[in-house]
């Protein structure tokens, strides 16, 4: 993808080289040593030394290059990932993770390249106004307030000129010199109404392209093209290419052979994703054949496409013509969601639509979770984009929000909860979070920076230079062990007490 004329291009250097960045890794290297082997995180290890960790990454917009920061430094320092999910810009993150090169290999080098090559901007690919509306203020952190104070000053400067047109007509039929000055104002009112016309008129027509195009300014083929032509150019074509990758064999290891066992670990990727029609969450590739009989209809990149469709940002991601009569589909419908016979013909859409898996799971923190296993031979690991966006903590003014915000925190509030509540009852998991504060910056930003994109890099790396420097595996592995016993105890009481 083609960068800005003249400007100089990013290079990963410019990342790994920067001051900060290196800083992250000689002062993890004073702790643990040139070669990390003082580093502890996980019990499942491969021949070469590299820990392997389950990895969750959080959805965030552009926000998603902190991503690429923190995974490099954990590459750094030795790890790597059996596991993956993602949401939205996490999902981004973990296919690319997933496609490149072998398991056991540092990927951060190529994923760092495609950062540098890609013009974030020219993914927004709406037509020309779209793509001035984006610039002038979306781009801005708080937009709302942006195009709050545009209102104002247009409203403000439409009033004036209207009084103007009366004051200076009363003041002319006084003293004629004035009249030269109501022409100006009532000329310039007609223009300005003319020009509050056509913007109401383009506003009627933006809204019915929205209903015609999925409700979303961008159809996100450049998008999904990109995604598609990164997956391809690393062998990724398909959905069994995909799956090949995922739990592509790697030789592992434990630390404690005689109560542990590695032949029972396996490497998987999964998208999340929000399905209107039926109403469910989505997990890809796992749930496919809930749309295609052969998975492998389906090309990977719509799984990333389907978790990165920003509502009203992106158009939906559609998939048509399926098969409601396959056996296959149909059995699929039945187990995923236990529907009887009666209930599956109403189930299965015809057409599936699907938005932003942030909707409904932005942080799929759970998706690993077994309660079957006790002791753990290896951790979850998740990052946490933090945008500042959430509810307000102290509630002070909640009162008084205006309606922006009360939506906001309404949507937010409905999407974090099964996630968070998940945590609340799995509280140890927290320990293998790192938490990125990004509050500075507008995640629907397409029009970075270079130096936001570098900035972005670097906090990510500073986080999860932090979680490791902080991070206890042992204590992680005890306390998680201890949590499940205390909950499987809970769950069998609870069963109990609902047969008898």
């Known amino acids: 993808m083609k960068k800005t004329p003249g400007k100089q291009p990013l290079t990963p250097d410019q990342f790994t080289n920067d001051p900060d960045v290196i800083a992250c890794v000689n002062e993890l290297k004073k702790k643990f040593g040139d070669d990390y082997k003082k580093l502890t995180v996980s019990d499942t290890y491969d021949d070469q030394g590299h820990q392997y960790v389950n990895l969750v990454q959080k959805g965030g917009g552009v926000l998603g290059i902190a991503l690429v920061g923190y995974t490099y430094i954990l590459e750094q320092a030795g790890i790597r990932f059996l596991r993956m999910a993602g949401t939205s810009a996490g999902a981004i993150n973990t ?37 001035l509306l984006t610039r002038t203020f979306i781009t801005h952190k708080d937009f709302a307030v942006k195009v709050k104070l545009w209102a104002t000053i247009i409203a403000s400067t439409f009033l004036a000129f209207v009084i103007g047109d009366f004051v200076f007509w009363l003041l002319g039929k006084r003293d004629p010199a004035y009249y030269p000055m109501a022409n100006v104002c009532v000329t310039v009112t007609g223009f300005m109404m003319i020009a509050i016309a056509l913007a109401g008129a383009y506003a009627g027509f933006l809204r019915k392209r929205l209903i015609k195009e999925n409700y979303g300014l961008n159809p996100g083929d450049v998008f999904y093209k990109w995604v598609k032509d990164r997956l391809e150019e690393n062998g990724v074509k398909t959905v069994a290419d995909l799956n090949s990758k995922a739990s592509q064999h790697v030789a592992l290891n434990v630390r404690k052979p005689e109560t542990q066992d590695p032949s029972t670990l396996f490497g998987d990727v999964t998208f999340i994703t929000s ?9 890809f590739p796992r749930m496919a054949k809930l749309f295609r009989a052969d998975p492998n209809d389906l090309h990977p990149a719509e799984f990333v496409r389907s978790s990165m469709s920003i509502p009203f940002f992106f158009q939906s991601h559609i998939i048509t013509d399926i098969k409601v009569d396959d056996p296959i589909i149909s059995n ?23 938005v932003d898996g ?9 998706i690993f979770y077994n309660p079957d296993i006790i002791v753990p031979r290896l951790p979850s690991f998740g990052i946490d984009l933090d945008d500042g966006t959430g509810c307000d903590a102290t509630g002070q003014d909640a009162q008084n929000w205006p309606l922006a915000k009360y939506l906001g925190n309404m949507f937010n509030t409905v999407r974090s909860y099964y996630d968070k509540d998940f945590l609340i009852k799995n509280s140890v998991l927290e320990k293998g979070i790192g938490k990125i504060s990004l509050a500075e910056f507008n995640w629907l930003n397409f029009f970075l920076s270079d130096d936001d994109k570098k900035q972005m890099f670097i906090r990510g790396a500073q986080t999860a230079k932090e979680f490791l420097l902080n991070f206890n595996w042992d204590d992680y592995q005890k306390n998680r062990a201890k949590i499940q016993v205390t909950l499987n105890s809970k769950n ?3 069963t109990e007490k609902a047969v008898y």
């Open 358 to 366: 942030g909707i409904l799971s932005n942080f799929p923190i759970s």
């Open 275 to 283: 399905e209107l029609v039926s109403g469910n969450k989505i997990e």
């Open 332 to 354: 699929e419908w039945k187990e995923t969601f236990l529907i009887d016979d009666v209930a599956l013909k109403a189930a299965i859409p015809v057409t599936a639509r699907f």
């Open 492 to 494: 069998k009481k609870t």
């Open 95 to 131: 296919a690319l993770l997933t496609a490149i090169g072998n398991k056991e290999d540092a990927k951060s080098p190529k994923l760092l390249q495609y950062l540098c090559d890609l013009d974030f901007f020219s993914l927004v690919d709406g037509d020309r106004f779209v793509r």
